[in-house]
Structures are given as C-alpha cells and as structure tokens.
Nanobody, 127 residues
C-alpha cells in the first residue's frame, strides 16, 4: 500500500505561481510512475504531468507545457508540481497518483491506470 498526501493548494491571481507537494509513504518502491491529475467542476479528470520515478522522466499535458514542472525528491519521497503563469482555466482540484504500470515504457495518462490516490488539494486562479 502507498499513502499519498497533497498540500500547497491555494487561491491565487492569474499569472501567479504555486507549488504543490505530494508526500508518499508505504510501499513506494513498487511504484514506477507518479502523476498529477486535476478535475474542475463539470469536467472530466485529466492528467497534468507524470514522472517515471526510476529515471525522473517527466511528461506534460499540452495545456501546461512550459508553465508547470514536475519533479521528485527521492530522499523525502515527495513529488512536486511547480506551477507558474497560472490561468483561470487551471482552477481545479489537483490529485496526486501513484502506480506501477508502464505503457510502452512510459507513464500512462489515464487515471484508471494508477493504483493509489491522494485526497487532493484545491487550486483556484482568479482573473
């Protein structure tokens, strides 16, 4: 089992920055991928960024490329999401996920491929 706890969500103005943190505990050695997803009211959950934990290889949704950066601190078992140039459309509940599945050697972008989820943290961006 893996436990995930997110933090760092807040209300900010457009153009601002936030850093989300996901602290992992438990059997983290079994996970190949960590990911951030988000879900806005009335919208489907979507992947924001993934990172292959063994190699630190990141991947991003087109909507956040160049603005968000996913990274990991292996010593602290923490995955970070640095968000900059925030837009109102980034407003959502952000979730951290962990899983062992790889698709063609890459971290999957579908939420159902992940085994563990945190409770999420709210990000609100006002214009």
């Amino acid at each position: 089992q893996v436990q995930l706890v997110e933090s760092g969500g807040a209300s900010v103005q457009a153009g601002g920055s936030l850093r989300l943190s996901c602290a992992a505990s438990g059997d983290t050695y079994s996970t190949n991928c960590m990911a951030w997803f988000r879900q806005a009211p009335g919208r489907e959950r979507e992947v924001v960024a993934t990172i292959r934990t063994a190699r630190g290889t990141p991947s991003y949704a087109d909507s956040v490329k160049g603005r968000f950066t996913i990274s990991q601190d292996n010593a602290k078992k923490t995955v970070l999401l640095q968000m900059s140039s925030l837009k109102p459309e980034d407003t959502a509940h952000y979730y951290c996920a962990a899983g062992w599945r790889l698709i063609g050697g890459y971290c999957p972008k579908e939420g159902y491929q992940y085994n563990y989820w945190g409770q999420g943290t709210q990000v609100t961006v006002s214009s």
